[in-house]
């Protein structure tokens, strides 16, 4: 174990567990066939282990006094809330949703990921990475994460990013021969689990290493750009294939507003550069599976059919009501509401085991009928407006700020792709704060230092952008702060972010 109290071989193990998450990511390992022999992935397991172990040896080792405090007090914070959290879902009175069950295991073991980006800031802050090393990093996991994606792209052989299986197409279909594949078939996302998780990676990396570009032209930066750029428009999402053009220009907008309050000089190099890449990029994107004209055909050709043929018969309603018959047949009251569900373009699963149309009728009779068209369309309208009517029936004084448990949703394939929204269902408003909000409080705090003390650090802001952004885009894309793929990175880049201010604060006035 000796291994672990040299600072220099600490130092080297966080890089290489850095650099290989993308490698741990892959979909494989998360799979119902792994996930049954572990009970949980391995992926998680590796991670926690690893943070577990490091963080330990460092806070019994070299960690000041200060820092144990309040370490300690925020520890037994969480425990404290974890405890009653746990203690009051238990007890919650909803034993008549069979499938919104609640299990301590998947709720601590929640917690416990949710915790483990701290850890790697803990990391971080205690083992000086150099900027150089900080900067390897990232572009490490940016080449590696965007390499995966465009290689298995043009072979033919990655993952689709909506739907199962692999594409049917790569990059020079979008140019040539588009109209033989549907734009569900030529969107893909690598080996990786999930297309949204990697969306919010992209965003997260890409501000600061265009800020080093900015800083420092360099051939190689200039490469790992471009290839990340063209892999988050093979990705599709609406987050990722806009997502690389405006961290583009942002970052230039930002560059430029430094330039004219604190002198800054100007790199030419990189400018042009990053012209370059979004002029290629804007042209790939004319051609592009985004994830917005995915939407569009997909519900233009199945659901609105089906929700017009359901319009239909609503509209034979209203017009008898005009002339009303005791002997209708057409009437409201006495329709099947089990078999209108039917004949919605929506996921089977919803109305046969999530919310099961013989025991909650009232909910699918306004669901058709009340519900305007346009707020039925997606999964997440629909799982929103169920989670919505079991709140407004069992809702308690305290589920606010408790929430009804992460482990309730996702038992009742409930777990919203939209983050924060989601949260205050899942863990409430005390643990959303305990869990989330040091990303942004830390953020803010820092902004503030370098702005009244005239301290203002390209790198630093960079940071604070890459942080907020992709805490941003979580409410918007969802399913990212939960993921460790992207909240390890939000963590390391936050312990260097806190570290660097520090120094700051430590330099002597000019």
Same mark, same amino acid.
């Given at each position: 174990?000796?291994?672990?109290?040299?600072?220099?071989?600490?130092?080297?193990?966080?890089?290489?567990?850095?650099?290989?998450?993308?490698?741990?990511?892959?979909?494989?390992?998360?799979?119902?066939?792994?996930?049954?022999?572990?009970?949980?992935?391995?992926?998680?397991?590796?991670?926690?282990?690893?943070?577990?172990?490091?963080?330990?040896?460092?806070?019994?080792?070299?960690?000041?006094?200060?820092?144990?405090?309040?370490?300690?007090?925020?520890?037994?914070?969480?425990?404290?809330?974890?405890?009653?959290?746990?203690?009051?879902?238990?007890?919650?009175?909803?034993?008549?949703?069979?499938?919104?069950?609640?299990?301590?295991?998947?709720?601590?073991?929640?917690?416990?990921?949710?915790?483990?980006?701290?850890?790697?800031?803990?990391?971080?802050?205690?083992?000086?990475?150099?900027?150089?090393?900080?900067?390897?990093?990232?572009?490490?996991?940016?080449?590696?994460?965007?390499?995966?994606?465009?290689?298995? +792209?043009?072979?033919?052989?990655?993952?689709?990013?909506?739907?199962?299986?692999?594409?049917?197409?790569?990059?020079?279909?979008?140019?040539?021969?588009?109209?033989?594949?549907?734009?569900?078939?030529?969107?893909?996302?690598?080996?990786?689990?999930?297309?949204?998780?990697?969306?919010?990676?992209?965003?997260?990396?890409?501000?600061?290493?265009?800020?080093?570009?900015?800083?420092?032209?360099?051939?190689?930066?200039?490469?790992?750009?471009?290839?990340?750029?063209?892999?988050?428009?093979?990705?599709?999402?609406?987050?990722?294939?806009?997502?690389?053009?405006?961290?583009?220009?942002?970052?230039?907008?930002?560059?430029?507003?430094?330039?004219?309050?604190?002198?800054?000089?100007?790199?030419?190099?990189?400018?042009?550069?990053?012209?370059?890449?979004?002029?290629?990029?804007?042209?790939?994107?004319?051609?592009?599976?985004?994830?917005?004209?995915?939407?569009?055909?997909?519900?233009?050709?199945?659901?609105?059919?089906?929700?017009?043929?359901?319009?239909?018969?609503? +509209?034979?309603?209203?017009?008898?009501?005009?002339?009303?018959?005791?002997?209708?047949?057409?009437?409201?009251?006495?329709?099947?509401?089990?078999?209108?569900?039917?004949?919605?373009?929506?996921?089977?699963?919803?109305?046969?085991?999530?919310?099961?149309?013989?025991?909650?009728?009232?909910?699918?009779?306004?669901?058709?009928?009340?519900?305007?068209?346009?707020?039925?369309?997606?999964?997440?309208?629909?799982?929103?407006?169920?989670?919505?009517?079991?709140?407004?029936?069992?809702?308690?004084?305290?589920?606010?700020?408790?929430?009804?448990?992460?482990?309730?949703?996702?038992?009742?394939?409930?777990?919203?792709?939209?983050?924060?929204?989601?949260?205050?269902?899942?863990?409430?408003?005390?643990?959303?704060?305990?869990?989330?909000?040091?990303?942004?409080?830390?953020?803010?705090?820092?902004?503030?230092?370098?702005?009244?003390?005239?301290?203002?650090?390209?790198?630093?802001?960079?940071?604070?952008?890459?942080?907020?952004?992709?805490?941003?885009?979580?409410?918007?894309?969802?399913?990212?702060?939960?993921?460790?793929?992207?909240?390890?990175?939000?963590?390391?880049?936050?312990?260097?972010?806190?570290?660097?201010?520090?120094?700051?604060?430590?330099?002597?006035?000019?």
């Amino acid at each position: 174990m000796n291994i672990l109290k040299d600072e220099k071989k600490q130092k080297i193990l966080l890089f290489i567990f850095l650099i290989i998450q993308p490698i741990l990511d892959c979909y494989i390992l998360y799979t119902d066939k792994i996930i049954s022999i572990f009970k949980f992935s391995p992926t998680t397991i590796i991670r926690l282990v690893f943070i577990f172990i490091m963080c330990l040896f460092i806070f019994l080792g070299k960690t000041s006094k200060k820092n144990k405090i309040i370490i300690t007090i925020y520890m037994i914070i969480v425990a404290i809330y974890s405890g009653i959290h746990i203690i009051y879902d238990l007890n919650l009175p909803i034993s008549n949703y069979k499938v919104f069950s609640f299990n301590i295991i998947s709720e601590v073991f929640y917690i416990i990921r949710m915790l483990l980006p701290f850890g790697v800031a803990f990391l971080a802050y205690s083992i000086k990475f150099s900027k150089k090393e900080f900067m390897h990093v990232i572009y490490g996991v940016l080449l590696l994460t965007s390499s995966i994606i465009v290689i298995s +792209n043009i072979f033919s052989i990655s993952l689709a990013s909506y739907g199962n299986g692999i594409i049917k197409g790569n990059i020079f279909n979008w140019f040539f021969n588009k109209n033989n594949y549907g734009v569900l078939d030529l969107a893909s996302k690598g080996w990786f689990n999930s297309a949204n998780q990697i969306s919010g990676l992209f965003m997260l990396l890409l501000p600061i290493a265009i800020y080093s570009l900015l800083e420092e032209f360099n051939k190689y930066k200039v490469f790992a750009i471009l290839i990340t750029c063209i892999a988050m428009i093979m990705l599709g999402t609406r987050v990722a294939s806009s997502g690389f053009a405006l961290n583009i220009i942002f970052m230039l907008i930002v560059e430029f507003i430094l330039v004219l309050i604190w002198k800054k000089n100007i790199n030419l190099k990189s400018y042009i550069s990053l012209g370059i890449i979004l002029i290629i990029g804007g042209v790939i994107l004319t051609k592009a599976p985004v994830v917005s004209q995915i939407l569009g055909d997909y519900y233009n050709k199945n659901d609105i059919e089906s929700y017009d043929e359901i319009n239909n018969i609503v +509209n034979q309603f209203d017009d008898d009501t005009e002339n009303p018959n005791e002997d209708n047949k057409n009437d409201k009251d006495n329709i099947s509401i089990a078999y209108l569900v039917t004949k919605l373009s929506i996921n089977r699963i919803y109305y046969t085991k999530v919310y099961p149309v013989q025991e909650h009728e009232d909910f699918w009779r306004e669901f058709i009928f009340e519900i305007p068209t346009e707020k039925k369309f997606g999964q997440r309208n629909i799982e929103l407006l169920i989670i919505k009517d079991i709140d407004k029936k069992q809702h308690q004084k305290l589920t606010p700020i408790l929430g009804y448990g992460y482990s309730r949703f996702t038992n009742a394939y409930l777990y919203l792709e939209q983050d924060f929204y989601v949260h205050y269902y899942t863990i409430g408003l005390v643990g959303t704060i305990l869990l989330l909000s040091p990303y942004i409080i830390i953020s803010l705090i820092c902004s503030l230092y370098m702005l009244l003390k005239k301290k203002v650090d390209f790198l630093g802001v960079a940071m604070v952008i890459s942080l907020t952004e992709v805490v941003a885009i979580s409410y918007i894309s969802g399913h990212i702060v939960d993921e460790l793929i992207v909240t390890l990175y939000m963590g390391f880049i936050l312990g260097y972010l806190i570290k660097r201010t520090e120094m700051k604060k430590n330099e002597t006035e000019d």
